[in-house]
């Protein structure tokens, strides 16, 4: 197991977490290639030789310098290198969603993007929603509409509506199915997430 | 995911100078990243060319020019795109999902790879990604497979929804390499898989796209696109139609039709478009153009519905213009 996941599951107040711990971890069990570790991880004898890219990106409204090997994403520098394990890894192929971030306000998919390209880009992640201890209004209308069940998705879906709404087109509910379909709930607790997003977007206006 | 060496071009000479074979050059890397993990495609070099001028939608007296590194949500809410074709717009919109969207470049579309599933397996053989190695889909699960313009050694379908609208559209790609620039209609750009499904397109080692540029169409405004799928979003398709219809007194004076989902490259219909053209826009003629479509039609053992989808779909497509 991931050191910094069994840091995560530590962490106090939350109950979900220790369910969603043993499922996170199974989830980042495939080989990961991270800063460092991954000259020893990866199969290829050749691996050494790779350059690090070192990056400049304000996260969260702060900026951080961090060297990169050029093939990790940018979901795992964030989970593995940076501890924002907020943003989650569901099938790494730019499938289910549930890595969503903003990368200069646009919401995208973290696993499919190399860190390396995000130099001088501004990501924003579930973390650097809240304003404080005062949630965003989509935050608390998941909360309030109890748009979640095992919540492993909830980061994705929340980064994703927000970016919907931004974009402008969360009118009607389906406009807003259709605006969501990148982003899978395996609990299914769709009709939920859309009383969410149709609550929050009239706050967020 | 094997090693290679990044670099992000600041310019296009520069993008080209790295480019090559072994060099894969990174856009949305929506594709790219995905195929790399997966061992699939293994370039030692990747050149990021996200920070080239190839930006920008624009149109003149030539028609609409698209900037190959403008993202397809962008492209699918501009103006000019929206109003003047709609085409463009609904293939774009009815693609992938928004953060996919968001991401990937109008050039990356065009140039994705298939789905097909043994394509995508190292574990299996597959004659595009390991030229003479078989292709277990011929044989294998191929449902979502082509049944036109297929081979012995390739029954992929090819991906791109936006690539079916421009097909239909007539429209051309601007390749730059280090040789010079030149411009292709994108109906050439694609090649049947023959005996070398590893040749997809006509884009020479080391070449970019640089933009793509649809002819002024007037009557493009009457245009749609039909995507018909298992799921309502977020899914490739079954069988998709591109039509553009030139409707004067209920009569089809001119007509554009291309079908996806169905093809090893994107494919328009030229016999569908003469038996259409001159004629009354009635339900029978719709039928009976549509009929020549799937004349060629090789179905596998798993597809044989998509006959009949197809014909349906460029059916609908066509009434739902005449509205």
Request: overall charge positive; charged content about 25%.
């Given at each position: 197991m991931n050191p910094s996941e069994n840091a995560d599951d530590s962490r106090p107040g939350v109950s979900r977490r220790s369910v969603l711990g043993g499922g996170a971890a199974v989830a980042v069990a495939v080989p990961l290639l991270v800063t460092g570790a991954g000259a020893e991880a990866a199969p290829v004898a050749e691996v050494a030789s790779a350059d690090l890219v070192p990056i400049k990106v304000e996260v969260n409204g702060k900026p951080v310098s961090v060297r990169v090997d050029p093939r990790t994403t940018l979901l795992d520098t964030l989970r593995e290198e940076l501890e924002l394990t907020g943003t989650k890894k569901g099938c790494d192929r730019g499938q289910c969603g549930a890595c969503t971030v903003h990368?200069?306000?646009?919401?995208?998919?973290?696993?499919?993007?190399l860190a390396a390209t995000v130099d001088e880009r501004e990501v924003t992640t579930i973390e650097g929603l809240a304003r404080g201890d005062r949630l965003h209004p989509m935050q608390q209308a998941f909360i309030e509409r109890d748009g979640l069940q095992c919540g492993f998705c909830t980061p994705g879906q929340i980064m994703s509506a927000v970016g919907m709404v931004h974009e402008g087109h969360a009118n009607s509910d389906d406009e807003i199915r259709e605006r969501m379909s990148g982003n899978i709930c395996r609990c299914s607790c769709y009709p939920f997430i859309v009383d969410a997003i149709r609550d929050a977007q009239k706050v967020m206006r | 995911m094997r090693p290679f060496d990044y670099t992000a071009a600041q310019s296009v000479s520069q993008a080209l100078a790295g480019g090559g074979a072994g060099t894969a050059y990174l856009a949305g890397g929506t594709t790219l990243v995905d195929l790399m993990k997966l061992e699939v495609m293994t370039p030692r070099q990747v050149v990021d060319i996200n920070r080239l001028p190839l930006r920008g939608v624009s149109a003149d007296r030539d028609g609409l020019h698209v900037g190959a590194l403008e993202r397809m949500s962008d492209v699918a809410g501009h103006p000019l795109?929206?109003?003047?074709?709609?085409?463009?717009?609904?293939?774009?919109?009815?693609?992938a999902s928004p953060q996919l969207r968001n991401m990937a470049s109008i050039g990356g579309?065009?140039?994705?790879?298939?789905?097909?599933?043994?394509?995508?397996?190292?574990?299996?053989?597959?004659n595009k990604r390991r030229p003479g190695s078989g292709c277990p889909a011929v044989d294998g699960e191929n449902r979502g497979h082509a049944i036109l313009g297929t081979s012995d050694s390739c029954v992929a379908t090819h991906p791109s929804d936006l690539a079916v609208a421009l097909v239909a559209l007539d429209a051309r790609v601007r390749l730059v390499?280090?040789?010079?620039?030149?411009?292709?209609?994108?109906?050439?750009?694609?090649?049947?898989?023959?005996?070398?499904?590893?040749?997809?397109?006509?884009?020479?080692?080391g070449e970019l796209v640089t933009r793509v540029t649809v002819p002024a169409l007037a009557w493009a405004t009457r245009s749609a696109y039909l995507k018909i799928r298992d799921r309502q979003s977020y899914e490739f398709a079954l069988a998709s139609a591109a039509v553009a219809l030139d409707l004067r007194g209920g009569v089809v004076r001119d007509v554009r039709v291309a079908v996806g989902g169905v093809g090893t490259r994107p494919w328009r219909l030229p016999a569908v478009e003469e038996a259409l053209r001159g004629r009354a826009a009635r339900p029978e003629v719709f039928e009976a153009a549509a009929a020549l479509a799937v004349e060629a039609a090789r179905p596998l053992t798993h597809n044989g519905f998509k006959t009949t989808l197809l014909r349906r779909t460029i059916v609908r497509a066509l009434t739902n213009l005449v509205g």
């Amino acid at each position: 197991m991931n050191p910094s996941e069994n840091a995560d599951d530590s962490r106090p107040g939350v109950s979900r977490r220790s369910v969603l711990g043993g499922g996170a971890a199974v989830a980042v069990a495939v080989p990961l290639l991270v800063t460092g570790a991954g000259a020893e991880a990866a199969p290829v004898a050749e691996v050494a030789s790779a350059d690090l890219v070192p990056i400049k990106v304000e996260v969260n409204g702060k900026p951080v310098s961090v060297r990169v090997d050029p093939r990790t994403t940018l979901l795992d520098t964030l989970r593995e290198e940076l501890e924002l394990t907020g943003t989650k890894k569901g099938c790494d192929r730019g499938q289910c969603g549930a890595c969503t971030v903003h990368v200069d306000g646009r919401r995208v998919l973290s696993c499919l993007t190399l860190a390396a390209t995000v130099d001088e880009r501004e990501v924003t992640t579930i973390e650097g929603l809240a304003r404080g201890d005062r949630l965003h209004p989509m935050q608390q209308a998941f909360i309030e509409r109890d748009g979640l069940q095992c919540g492993f998705c909830t980061p994705g879906q929340i980064m994703s509506a927000v970016g919907m709404v931004h974009e402008g087109h969360a009118n009607s509910d389906d406009e807003i199915r259709e605006r969501m379909s990148g982003n899978i709930c395996r609990c299914s607790c769709y009709p939920f997430i859309v009383d969410a997003i149709r609550d929050a977007q009239k706050v967020m206006r | 995911m094997r090693p290679f060496d990044y670099t992000a071009a600041q310019s296009v000479s520069q993008a080209l100078a790295g480019g090559g074979a072994g060099t894969a050059y990174l856009a949305g890397g929506t594709t790219l990243v995905d195929l790399m993990k997966l061992e699939v495609m293994t370039p030692r070099q990747v050149v990021d060319i996200n920070r080239l001028p190839l930006r920008g939608v624009s149109a003149d007296r030539d028609g609409l020019h698209v900037g190959a590194l403008e993202r397809m949500s962008d492209v699918a809410g501009h103006p000019l795109v929206t109003g003047g074709y709609p085409v463009l717009a609904q293939a774009l919109l009815r693609s992938a999902s928004p953060q996919l969207r968001n991401m990937a470049s109008i050039g990356g579309n065009l140039l994705q790879r298939v789905r097909c599933g043994y394509f995508r397996d190292t574990s299996t053989g597959c004659n595009k990604r390991r030229p003479g190695s078989g292709c277990p889909a011929v044989d294998g699960e191929n449902r979502g497979h082509a049944i036109l313009g297929t081979s012995d050694s390739c029954v992929a379908t090819h991906p791109s929804d936006l690539a079916v609208a421009l097909v239909a559209l007539d429209a051309r790609v601007r390749l730059v390499g280090r040789g010079g620039t030149r411009d292709v209609r994108l109906a050439d750009f694609y090649l049947l898989p023959g005996d070398t499904p590893e040749r997809e397109h006509d884009l020479r080692p080391g070449e970019l796209v640089t933009r793509v540029t649809v002819p002024a169409l007037a009557w493009a405004t009457r245009s749609a696109y039909l995507k018909i799928r298992d799921r309502q979003s977020y899914e490739f398709a079954l069988a998709s139609a591109a039509v553009a219809l030139d409707l004067r007194g209920g009569v089809v004076r001119d007509v554009r039709v291309a079908v996806g989902g169905v093809g090893t490259r994107p494919w328009r219909l030229p016999a569908v478009e003469e038996a259409l053209r001159g004629r009354a826009a009635r339900p029978e003629v719709f039928e009976a153009a549509a009929a020549l479509a799937v004349e060629a039609a090789r179905p596998l053992t798993h597809n044989g519905f998509k006959t009949t989808l197809l014909r349906r779909t460029i059916v609908r497509a066509l009434t739902n213009l005449v509205g």
